[in-house]
Structure formats: C-alpha cells, structure tokens
C-alpha cells in the first residue's frame, strides 16, 4: 500500500513537471506564432532557433528583485500567485490514465469545483494590492469568469447527459467509433469561445488588454509573483485544450493523435490572440447571458429528452 501511494506521488510529480515544462514550450510557440503572423522572427538567439529562450526567461523572472506595494496586505499578496498555480496544476489531476493514477468517478465535478477556485485567486491578487487599477482589473476578471461559467458549466452537463458519467475517462468509450464533434457541432464551437473567455485570452482579455492597458489585476506583481501568475494561465490553457480533446475529439489517450490534437488546440488559442480583435466589454457580457445562456440550456433539455427518450423505451 505505501509503495502505491509513492508510486502515485512520484507518478504526479512526474506530471506536473511536464506540464510546467509544456507551458515553457507554448510560450515559445506562441512568441514564434505572434512573430510569423506579425511578419517577423520570434525568439532565435538563444540556443538552436531559441528552443532555451523560455528557461532564460523562467531564471530571469524567478532571479531579479522581487518589489511589493507599501499599502499592500502583504501575506494575501504573496499567498494569491502562488495559490493560483497551485489550483491550475491541481487541475492536471484529473487527467484520465489507463494506469487509474487518479481517475476517479466524479473527475469532472473535481474540475469544475477547483476550475471555480480559481476566481477568488484572482480576487485576492486584485485586491490586496491596494491598487486602485489592479482592483478594476479583477473586478472585470471575475465578472467575466463568473458569467461564462454558468454556460460552460451548462455545456459540459450536455455531454455528461449523453454518457451518463462523471468520469472523464468515459467520454473516450463513447466516441470509439464516431466524435462528439460531428454530433454536437454547435456546441463543440460554443465551448471553445467559452474556454477563450474562461481563461483570459484574446479576444476576451479585458482584465489584461496588453496591447493598450498595463496589464490588469497582477499589475503590481513583479519577478516570481508575475511568473507564477503566467504559469497557471498557460497551464489553464493546455488544460483545457485536453479537455476539449477529451470532450469532442475523440480523446483516445494511448494514441499520439490525442497529443497533437491538445498541441493544435493550443496553436489555435494563439492564433486566435494573432487574427481576431478584441471584443467590447458589454457585448461579452450579453453574448454570455442573452446567446449562449439559452442555447446551452436548450441543448441540456434536448438531450435530457433524448435520454428519457431511450429510458421510457
């Protein structure tokens, strides 16, 4: 039994450094995609064709001086970067495994709650620093968040309903010989606008707007606090793009198509952040409650009529 319970420790440690290792990598394609797609050369100086740019980067951040805002609730504002790590990687252990490392039944209410956590991270980095900018910033990040939760909370029952299970592992049973994709065509492009504003990306990045504002609710966060606050956000992003995999694109885990599906959704959030411009804050707002609200919700019934359906007969 003790030696079970190392083996999943080191199995989960295991993990996480390999995603933290995958989100140094998507930061490097995302500065090359940003590149070629502005007409130019991303990151190459360091090492062959800059393969080590996001180590140098990762020292850099993590070395220079780390500044805190006098007015600032200190310990919140140390605590919150750290915490929301912590809650993204978290995430990576529901991660469905043939070897059942944690594949447990409810994996996606474990998702779902933890995804929600993630809120009040924001919320505390915001606010304790004692900036008025910074608590705009969050205000902004929590509005949105809180709003296409409700929808993406929504969407995902709707495939729940379609295999009856809380385990993720499931959703790679069902789609063996045809992909959710091609049945549930609307809300697979539904989910993936939602997994856009979820995670704070273009063109739904209104708490960070780099291109025209300072950078939102981690405003006054330097070196280490503002590199653990980039991690979770592309740790976020290579979790979802599994769950979109695992969702509606067949999600067959012990085959390499699953991975370069996961790195194509990946490419698709920066290509995304490179093409498309960004949105207006109310019209976000009423695309989450007056469009995708009821269509989510009608779809959830559709589906629940078909499985009563098949119950009855």
């Given at each position: 039994?003790?030696?079970d319970l190392f083996l999943m420790f080191i199995s989960l440690l295991i993990l996480v450094l390999m995603?933290?290792?995958?989100?140094?990598f998507l930061t490097l394609l995302e500065r090359k995609v940003l590149g070629y797609i502005q007409v130019r050369k991303g990151p190459n100086k360091v090492g062959?064709?800059?393969?080590?740019q996001p180590f140098s980067d990762a020292?850099?951040?993590?070395?220079?001086?780390q500044t805190y805002p006098l007015m600032s609730n200190y310990i919140l504002y140390y605590i919150s970067p750290l915490a929301?790590?912590?809650l993204a990687l978290l995430l990576w252990m529901c991660m469905p495994f043939f070897s059942l490392m944690l594949s447990?039944?409810?994996?996606?209410?474990?998702?779902?709650?933890?995804?929600?956590?993630?809120?009040?991270?924001?919320?505390?980095?915001?606010?304790?620093?004692?900036?008025?900018y910074s608590m705009l910033g969050c205000l902004r990040s929590i509005a949105q968040t809180i709003s296409y939760e409700v929808s993406f909370s929504l969407i995902i029952m709707s495939f729940l309903i379609l295999i009856f299970s809380l385990n993720l592992i499931d959703l790679m049973?069902?789609?063996?010989?045809?992909?959710?994709?091609?049945?549930?065509?609307?809300?697979?492009?539904?989910?993936?606008v939602v997994c856009l504003a979820e995670t704070n990306r273009t063109p739904?990045?209104?708490?960070?707007?780099?291109?025209e504002l300072v950078s939102g609710f981690n405003v006054e966060y330097s070196s280490g606090g503002f590199a653990m606050i980039f991690l979770a956000e592309y740790s976020s992003i290579l979790f979802m793009s599994m769950l979109c995999s695992m969702l509606f694109l067949g999600g067959n885990m012990i085959s390499l198509l699953f991975f370069l599906k996961i790195v194509f959704l990946s490419f698709f959030w920066i290509w995304v952040r490179g093409t498309v411009p960004r949105f207006r804050y109310d019209k976000l707002m009423y695309l989450a409650w007056k469009c995708y609200l009821p269509v989510s919700l009608n779809f959830l019934f559709l589906f629940l009529g078909f499985k009563l359906f098949i119950f009855i007969n």
């Open positions: 039994m003790v030696k995603v933290l290792v995958g989100v140094a062959f064709i800059g393969l080590v020292i850099k951040l993590f070395s220079k001086e929301n790590l912590f447990f039944n409810f994996s996606v209410l474990y998702f779902l709650c933890l995804s929600s956590m993630g809120v009040y991270m924001v919320m505390f980095a915001g606010w304790s620093s004692n900036s008025n049973k069902f789609q063996e010989y045809v992909w959710f994709y091609f049945l549930l065509f609307p809300l697979c492009l539904m989910f993936l739904f990045d209104f708490a960070e707007g780099e291109s």
